[in-house]
T-cell receptor
Framework: QKEVEQDPGPLSVPEGAIVSLNCTYS??????FMWYRQYSRKGPELLMY????GNKEDGRFTAQVDKSSKYISLFIRDSQPSDSATYLC?????????FGTGTSLTVIP | AAGVIQSPRHLIKEKRETATLKCYPI?????VYWYQQGPGQDPQFLIS???????DKGSIPDRFSAQQFSDYHSELNMSSLELGDSALYFC?????????????FGQGTRLTVV
């Protein structure tokens, strides 16, 4: 069983839509929760990270962590075609972390 | 700004050959991580180095070895290549005291084994 599960999609939305991406994990020991964006043929780029439970907002992006249900989410408001990419969630403790399989998102102009 | 540099960007090898992938971290980053990302897969952690010493080991096959040199660049050596080794290999680096998830990724080396 993978440490973190993520729906691979693909997800296709019209420009301006609100996008919701989600992951679940099983081990309550994890303390850091991240979202990466990966464009085709490029390395993952850290978008946001959250320590423990709660919300974190950065521009059009909001990350949520619910440790009680082991559920993490990324919301993208007013989605743009440039947001089209694969979004990977990740969880970490110590110096090692685990990625989700990634959700492919396409924002249609 | 300087980023993580990986070379080569693309590599084609035959089965049973060897390959060497190189990673040059961001200046003043002393920690290097290697990941393998198969087609449609999430990146799998292979191995990491801190101050030229191996710091953590993931799912790295015994056919692979890696090291970090005095200038902090790292090399991943892969022997007896198999078709299943075809993947994108990412290197990431982080500064002293940084967390793994804060590491900056290079653009990867795409290895194709034929």
């Amino acid at each position: 069983q993978k440490e973190v599960e993520q729906d691979p999609g693909p997800l296709s939305v019209p420009e301006g839509a609100i996008v919701s991406l989600n992951c679940t994990y099983s081990n309550s020991a994890f303390q850091y929760f991240m979202w990466y964006r990966q464009y085709s043929r490029k390395g993952p780029e850290l978008l946001m990270y959250t320590y423990s439970s709660g919300n974190k907002e950065d521009g059009r992006f909001t990350a949520q962590v619910d440790k009680s249900s082991k559920y993490i989410s990324l919301f993208i408001r007013d989605s743009q075609p440039s947001d089209s990419a694969t979004y990977l969630c990740a969880i970490a403790t110590g110096n090692q972390f685990y990625f989700g399989t990634g959700t492919s998102l396409t924002v249609i102009p | 700004a300087a980023g993580v540099i990986q070379s080569p960007r693309h590599l084609i090898k035959e089965k049973r050959e060897t390959a060497t992938l190189k990673c040059y971290p961001i200046p003043r980053h002393d920690t290097v991580y290697w990941y393998q990302q198969g087609p449609g897969q999430d990146p799998q952690f292979l191995i990491s180095f801190y101050e030229k010493m191996q710091s953590d080991k993931g799912s790295i096959p015994d056919r692979f070895s890696a090291q970090q040199f005095s200038d902090y660049h790292s090399e991943l050596n892969m022997s007896s290549l198999e078709l299943g080794d075809s993947a994108l290999y990412f290197c990431a680096s982080s500064p002293r005291g940084g967390q793994a998830f804060e590491a900056f990724f290079g653009q990867g080396t795409r290895l194709t084994v034929v």
